[in-house]
Nanobody, 123 residues
């Protein structure tokens, strides 16, 4: 499985971005997908995850209401809509493919990772 994240960029605080993650290869739309991010000088952290059928989502508590994860299994795409962006959202954002059907906020439960896309929020 190959994952290609895109959609990052430079945005002013309060703005929005939509990240996309294209999956290719031996994909399995039944498996969960997730987004993680790594800010400068910090460890990679969980952002959001979505179940294979898209019916269940889970977010880092501080991001609820601002970020929305979704997926299109026909297109093998996962999205992360980010609204009301803040400077502290600045990070490299990674999409990841889960090992199982169930969602998880643990990196160990994801076995394929994209290359990351940079999001920079200016104040």
């Amino acid at each position: 499985v190959q994952l290609q994240a895109s959609g990052g960029g430079l945005v002013q605080a309060g703005g929005s971005l939509r990240l996309s993650c294209a999956a290719s290869g031996r994909t399995n739309s039944s498996y969960s997908m997730g987004w993680f991010r790594q800010a400068p000088g910090k460890e990679r952290a969980f952002v959001a995850t979505i179940s294979g059928n898209g019916r269940t989502t889970y977010y880092q508590d501080s991001l609820k209401g601002r970020f929305t994860i979704s997926r299109d299994n026909v297109k093998d795409m996962v999205y992360l809509q980010m609204n009301s962006l803040r400077p502290e959202d600045t990070a490299v954002y990674y999409c990841a493919s889960g090992r199982y059907y169930t969602i998880s906020d643990h990196e160990s439960q994801y076995n394929y990772w994209g290359q990351g896309t940079q999001v920079t929020v200016s104040s």
